[in-house]
């Protein structure tokens, strides 16, 4: 067990350098904001990038799929490490859009090679435990992201942060390279008949709203709330990105207590709940900048909302077979980060045209309501489709 609870960490760390890394990018954004005389709608384009990453990590499940590698793992993050130091070079709008491009190429790796390993390395009881640690470590990542970023930009350079996670990138490739030995991955290496993507988005379908607003309501949260709150008189890049570090910081305390917590109240309860905790932290962000409603509002949006994803993660792997597992967790990333990217997009022209950042988080919590009444409504035929799997 140990060796298996070191490639459990291994696989956990290119989780955090892969989110922190595009956290990075996020983190920075209200600088990039004033320094590039960026407008909502730029804003909401690089947020469309993220549709680079549903096409490509469709395909890089399908050939988990067909051929597993761990070696999957090291392209992604050295792809997104040499996009960081690519970043470097930028002095425009349009070569960070050509960076984030690059960037979301590499990121397109992880999840459907990451997540899918673990479903199959550790299916068993252990597996809900399991997918907690890889999503709190993922946080985790996310949150030194930015708590760091915008005060690192602020008191050195923008570029600052590049670096640093170009560095930790590169470290992963190294570590996943010299540490995993081939004896501890007992996941299938080889050719395996793979299933269609069309049966397994079938077994899927009904949970769809529910993975596309928690892409959602994390893109919009995290693009535009940061970036909202360092035009307001009071906030700077570096204090609005800590605040919503802290939004991440009780996710990712709350992920590592997934197991514990699905097994005490269930999994649909939970969703339910952060759905709904989703909807009313939405409508309190859509009214206010004050730091009194806004802190308490992202520590109880956070600690509910990022349960919500294992949650999902767990249910689709009791939906799925091992031999689609690649395919079904690129098809979940895929409507996850493209339902983030058209809603960040989206919100970009909304925060334009209506000047009026505040209808972006409404539009999130519409999302969520969504998501509450499907959960609410499907749950049994659900259950049902899963003991049938």
């Known amino acids: 067990m140990k060796s298996g609870r070191r490639l459990l960490w291994i696989i ?85 859009f050509l960076a984030v491009i690059s960037m979301r190429i590499g990121g397109a790796f992880y999840h459907p090679v990451g997540t899918s390993w673990i479903t199959r390395e550790y299916a068993g009881p252990y597996l809900e435990t399991a997918l907690g640690i890889q999503s709190g470590v993922g946080n985790f990542g996310v949150i030194i992201a930015l708590a760091t970023s915008g005060f690192l930009g602020d008191l050195l350079t923008w570029r600052a942060p590049c670096i640093l996670w170009a560095a930790l990138n590169l470290s992963a490739v190294l570590l996943g390279t010299l540490l995993v030995k081939e004896g501890m991955i007992k996941t299938r290496v080889g050719r395996i008949a793979a299933t269609s993507s069309r049966v397994t988005l ?15 309501l994390y893109q919009i949260t995290a693009y535009f709330g940061p970036t909202n709150l360092s035009i307001t008189p009071g906030w700077n890049a570096g204090s609005a990105d800590l605040i919503f ?19 005490r109240i269930g999994k649909y309860r939970l969703l339910r709940t952060g759905y709904l905790v989703s909807l009313v932290a ?41 031999e ?10 895929g409507f996850q ?43 049994t035929h659900i259950k049902k489709l899963a003991k049938n799997c």
């Not at 290119?14 to 990075?24: E, R, V």
């Open 12 to 96: 956990s760390y290119h989780h955090a350098c892969n989110d922190g890394t595009l956290m990075a990018l996020v983190a920075l954004l209200p600088i990039f904001f004033l320094q590039f005389k960026l407008t909502w709608y730029e804003v909401g384009l690089l947020g469309s990038g993220l549709l680079i990453t549903v096409v490509v990590q469709y395909e890089v499940g399908r050939f988990a799929d067909r051929m597993f590698s761990r070696y999957l793992l090291e392209l992604g993050a050295a792809l997104m490490g040499l996009s960081f130091l690519l970043m470097l070079m930028v002095n425009n709008f349009e070569g960070l």
């Open 202 to 216: 079938g077994k899927m379908m009904f949970l769809i709203i529910p993975i596309v607003s928690g892409g959602a």
């Open 245 to 263: 570090a802290l939004w991440i910081g009780i996710g990712t305390v709350t992920s590592y207590y997934f197991g514990a917590l699905s097994a």
């Open 282 to 322: 939405a409508i309190i962000l859509s009214l206010t900048t004050d730091w009194r409603l806004i802190a308490p509002t992202l520590l109880v949006f956070g600690a509910f909302l990022f349960l919500t994803y294992p949650a999902l993660f767990s249910l689709i792997t009791e939906l799925t077979g091992e």
């Open 324 to 333: 689609e597992r690649g395919t079904a967790f690129g098809i979940l990333f």
């Open 337 to 379: 980060l493209g339902g983030g990217a058209v809603s960040v997009y989206v919100c970009g022209f909304i925060g334009d045209h209506l000047e009026n950042p505040g209808y972006l988080f409404l539009f999130a919590g519409a999302l969520a309501a969504a998501s509450l009444i499907m959960i609410t409504l499907w749950e």
